[in-house]
């Protein structure tokens, strides 16, 4: 069988590889893409015309528009983004940087495994981040609930945040 990445290195992490090993959703569905729900009857007449039975789809909650907007905006760094919608917790994007070509990963095994960026490391899964600034939410929380904050009113503002590669901490 042969695998198709039409978005190249955008997906490559998220999607993963399927040749010397697998990773991504290629590790995690790839029964479902090689198996085939089709009825039992044109599966026979597949095998006996010697045509394989094509796999099943795998649909994932990934939005195209934002995974782009990500992969952008990580231009040559290294580093990962993971893009959630808060209502729900489905991932709609999930980047790392350094990347590679999925569709080449077999060509390019020795080089992949060498490289000192460790190009298959998917920093936003595998990558070992301390907690930062999405730590302060939690301790603000705890002490709302310790001290009963119902008595005191403040005020949020909420600001969209607009990456700018020319500042460097944005």
Request: proline share 4%.
């Amino acid at each position: 069988e042969t695998r198709d990445y039409p978005y190249g290195r955008m997906f490559a992490h998220v999607v993963g590889y399927n040749a010397k090993g697998k990773s991504g959703l290629e590790s995690k569905c790839n029964f479902d893409l090689l198996k085939s729900n089709a009825n039992l009857l044109s599966q026979i007449e597949s095998n006996l015309k010697g045509e394989k039975s094509i796999g099943d789809n795998v649909y994932t909650t990934l939005d195209t528009r934002v995974q782009k907007a990500a992969y952008d905006a990580l231009s040559g760094e290294k580093g990962a983004v993971v893009a959630m919608d808060p209502e729900t917790g489905k991932v709609i994007a999930m980047v790392s940087k350094p990347d590679f070509r999925p569709a080449l990963v077999k060509e390019n095994w020795k080089e992949l495994n060498t490289d000192e960026d460790a190009l298959l490391i998917n920093r936003a899964t595998q990558g070992l981040y301390p907690p930062g600034s999405t730590f302060k939410v939690i301790t603000a929380l705890e002490f709302m609930r310790e001290h009963r904050m119902n008595k005191v009113r403040f005020q949020i503002q909420i600001h969209k945040v607009v990456w700018d590669p020319e500042r460097k901490g944005v």
